[in-house]
């Protein structure tokens, strides 16, 4: 039971490149999420999704985009990368209902220049 | 909008001391809150939870009691170890209508303890 996996671990991409992060769970959760983690600012909520097909955004949707084709998988592109970007990203799921736990990917450290 | 409050840090104290991380929340129905820890270079995992006003949840020498009065849920431990020293985040999750919820987290209290 691998739990939440993302890739790449470690990124590094150029002003303007376009590249996708990829996340996926085997404990058959509905709920998936993504949030960036910067210093002092704690976790922030990107986009999430309730279901396969299902997407919503969160406190910083701009300039990611994500789509949700399987249960399993919920990747987050970046269409046009920008140095704001830079942060650490992670994907959690969840069972389902807001009183239940998220559980955390191991996350993904980009870097933009 | 939800909202959650908790004590900046960095936090330092001597192995075997007494614990507190202040936490307040802002919410408009009935939220569920939530400690997660992260430890240097990993992604969080949950470290206890409570769903209702009154609620104390315990995990591994950790304890907090939901307070709706005061809105708090302040994190305790009564003896830390070195193995302890994490960020910790204080959270909350509430129903927003359709199927959807978010966890809103606080910026993290960054504890480091010394032998």
């Known amino acids: 039971n691998a739990g939440v996996t993302q890739t790449p671990k470690f990124q590094v991409l150029k002003t303007g490149q376009s590249m996708t992060l990829q996340c996926a769970q085997d404990?058959?959760?509905?709920?998936m999420s993504w949030y960036r983690q910067d210093p002092g600012m704690g976790l922030r909520l990107i986009h999430y999704?309730?279901?396969?097909?299902?997407?919503d955004q969160g406190e910083v949707p701009n300039g990611y985009n994500v789509s949700r084709s399987t249960t399993e998988d919920f990747p987050l592109r970046l269409l046009s990368a920008a140095p704001s970007q830079t942060s650490v990203y992670f994907c959690?799921?969840?069972?389902?209902?807001?009183?239940?736990?998220?559980?955390f990917g191991p996350g993904t450290r980009l870097t933009v220049l | 909008g939800d909202s959650v409050t908790q004590m900046e840090g960095p936090v330092t104290l001597s192995e075997e001391a007494f614990l507190t991380i202040n936490c307040t929340y802002t919410?408009?129905?009935?939220?569920?809150l939530f400690w997660y820890v992260q430890y240097p270079g990993e992604g969080l995992q949950l470290l206890l939870k409570?769903?209702?006003?009154?609620d104390k949840g315990s995990n591994k020498g950790f304890e907090a009691t939901y307070r709706k009065e005061t809105t708090s849920f302040h994190l305790e431990k009564g003896s830390v170890q070195v193995s302890d020293s994490a960020v910790y985040f204080c959270?909350?999750?509430?129903?927003?209508?359709?199927?959807?919820?978010?966890?809103?987290f606080g910026k993290g209290t960054k504890l480091s303890v010394i032998p």
């Open positions: 404990m058959n959760h509905e709920y």
């Open positions: 919410a408009t129905g009935y939220p569920s």
């Open positions: 999704s309730v279901g396969a097909g299902i997407t």
């Open positions: 409570a769903t209702k006003a009154d």
């Open positions: 959690a799921s969840s069972s389902g209902g807001w009183y239940n736990e998220q559980f």
């Open positions: 959270a909350l999750s509430e129903y927003s209508g359709a199927g959807s919820y978010q966890l809103t």
